[in-house]
């Protein structure tokens, strides 16, 4: 099975950064699109940013100008660079792909999720 590991979530204050990584490791074939989900608490889950196989990303108005999607397609690696963060980013944001782990069929997978807090 696909494996999806994140790390680098934490508490910083307003106008601090933080860089989040997800890798993804098992038997993959090929990956279309990896991204960010994050649901804060009382609130829908929410598309933050993504990055398809050709490299246009896709970002949440909210967070369009502070936050940078890339990708490490060498080692199946995907990142988010938040900056300016507010106390409105802060939720549990979760790292997902959507990959093949062979050369016919298409599937979605999750990572378990980071917490990040921005608090004054």
């Known amino acids: 099975q696909v494996q999806l590991v994140e790390s680098g979530g934490g508490t910083v204050q307003p106008g601090g950064s933080l860089r989040l990584s997800c890798a993804a490791s098992g038997r993959i074939f090929s990956i279309s699109a990896m991204g960010w989900y994050r649901q804060a608490p009382g609130k829908q889950r929410e598309l933050v940013a993504s990055?398809?196989?050709?490299?246009?990303?896709d970002y949440a108005d909210s967070v369009k100008g502070r936050f940078t999607i890339s990708r490490d397609n060498a080692k199946n690696t995907v990142y988010l660079q938040m900056n300016s963060l507010k106390p409105e980013d802060t939720a549990v944001y979760a790292c997902y792909c959507n990959a093949k782990q062979s050369p016919w069929f298409w599937d979605d997978y999750w990572g378990q999720g980071t917490q990040v807090t921005v608090s004054s």
């Open positions: 990055i398809n196989s050709g490299g246009s990303t």
